[in-house]
């Protein structure tokens, strides 16, 4: 009843303006918010990880072809990415934010470790805040659990792209939309870096008009003050989960929606074995039991916002903003997808060395981080939103080598449809992908087309 009642609201003030603006009000206590790689549905535990002569994971799947999950190394290959140890393009100089709810006690810890398995440099300062008081952990709950290996996934990806830029990890006191909105106000309110990364979501019919309102103010101020904010776009395709957690609401996800946030989907990238980029289509990977909980890339139109300017160029609905805005690897099969390391909550006598192979649009939202970092360090400045500058470059000659244009494959799943992916912008993969070395150039000069 009261979700009904909230999503008519909602729904009335996105016809009235561009943007939602909520009516003053009492607060509720919130609703959850989830991590983007589908909590414990998308881990793979790697019981029988040793690492090989060089240290590396000795996993099959990293030394397939094409490649069945990829590591810093066969990922920076794939994209384009600048080699870690390069100075002048490592993100030196920037910081990048990361968002999350509870904690990971082992993060430090885990952060060594994923660093010493690729060989890459520790950040130059790794700040761990909790403004409203210590979240603590309770490994027997499965959302703190989650929210443990997002931390993970957040920091070690973020890190991988951009190794010279600052980490500084805020810890929200749960997964209640209220408290991470909290986070991100201190975040802005207190600008404490020029990237903010958030792989969490939830359906925009679940949000409090007036904790939306608080949001979005936040984004624009973020904006003002040249920060640059991510989201990821969910793993559900054109669907979130209801707000009693019962079931899936078509529509896409908040904040990803947000016009002031780029918005992160997924695709499954195949690569040959040293890395270099064969093709892509978007992330669909089905519910089964071979396949842990599934997903597909989060995708669709919003109620809340309508259509910003940037993308009137590329899709028609002008009632409403489209997700995403552009896409990564986020492909997960069994024995498939991104390595992290993290041991907070992994069987210690079977998986000694925390290794886990992961999936989701969360693996792929920190690395589109790291990437506005680089760009970040080119130009000496901030970015503040990129969403134009991109959709510029998208309507540009330098298209098709700043972006990998992903036209197969669509986000239906679980029994709602989705959308398709073709030529140019879709909500299923948005832009696409990145082509790293060449877009940077284009970002750090604030292509305007």
């Not at 993970?152 to 600052?166: F, K, L």
């Not at 947000?258 to 289509?281: F, H, N």
């Not at 959308?419 to 992908?433: E, K, N, R, S, V």
């Amino acid at each position: 009843m009261w979700a009904h009642a909230l999503w008519a609201r909602v729904a009335t003030f996105a016809v009235a303006a561009p943007l939602l603006f909520a009516a003053v009000g009492p607060v509720s206590a919130g609703h959850p918010m989830t991590p983007a790689f589908g909590s414990d549905s998308q881990v793979d535990y790697i019981d029988d990880f040793q690492p090989d002569a060089g240290g590396l994971p000795a996993l099959a799947c990293l030394h397939s072809t094409p490649i069945g999950c990829f590591g810093a190394d066969t990922i920076r290959s794939a994209y384009g990415i600048p080699a870690s140890n390069d100075p002048t393009v490592n993100g030196t100089g920037r910081t990048i934010v990361i968002i999350d709810a509870f904690k990971n006690p082992n993060i430090r810890t885990d952060l060594a470790h994923f660093d010493g398995f690729w060989n890459i440099p520790a950040p130059p300062s790794f700040t761990i805040l909790s403004p409203f008081g210590d979240p603590g952990f309770d490994a027997t709950k499965k959302i703190q659990r989650g929210f443990s290996v997002e931390i993970s996934i957040d920091v070690e990806w973020a890190h991988a792209v951009a190794p010279g830029a600052a980490l500084v990890l805020v810890q929200a006191l749960s997964e209640k939309d209220v408290d991470l909105v909290a986070a991100l106000r201190y975040v802005v309110d207190n600008n404490l870096g020029d990237v903010i990364t958030q792989s969490f979501g939830e359906a925009e019919s679940c949000v409090d008009p007036v904790v939306l309102a608080d949001q979005h103010a936040a984004f624009e101020e973020a904006s003002r003050l040249g920060i640059t904010v991510l989201a990821s776009s969910g793993d559900q395709g054109g669907a979130r989960q209801s707000c009693d957690g019962t079931t899936l609401v078509a529509g896409p996800s908040t904040p990803a929606s947000d016009p002031e946030v780029l918005s992160v989907g997924g695709t499954k990238l195949v690569a040959g074995g040293s890395g270099a980029y064969i093709s892509e289509a978007a992330w669909n990977t089905p519910m089964g039991a071979m396949t842990g909980g599934g997903g597909a890339s989060g995708g669709g139109f919003s109620a809340l916002y309508r259509r910003p300017g940037y993308q009137a160029p590329f899709q028609k609905n002008n009632k409403a903003r489209g997700v995403p805005d552009v896409a990564y690897d986020a492909y997960f099969m069994r024995g498939g997808g991104f390595i992290a390391v993290y041991s907070g909550i992994t069987p210690p006598k079977t998986n000694p060395f925390g290794v886990i192979v992961v999936g989701g649009t969360s693996s792929g939202t920190p690395q589109w981080a790291g990437i506005v970092a680089l760009a970040g360090q080119m130009a000496g400045h901030r970015l503040g939103s990129i969403n134009k500058a991109l959709y510029h470059i998208a309507k540009s000659d330098a298209y098709s080598s700043a972006f990998h244009d992903v036209t197969a494959g669509n986000n239906s799943w679980g029994g709602f449809p989705g959308f398709d992916a073709g030529p140019g912008w879709d909500a299923a993969t948005g832009l696409g992908t990145p082509n790293v070395s060449n877009l940077l150039p284009l970002l750090a000069a604030g292509d305007d087309g």
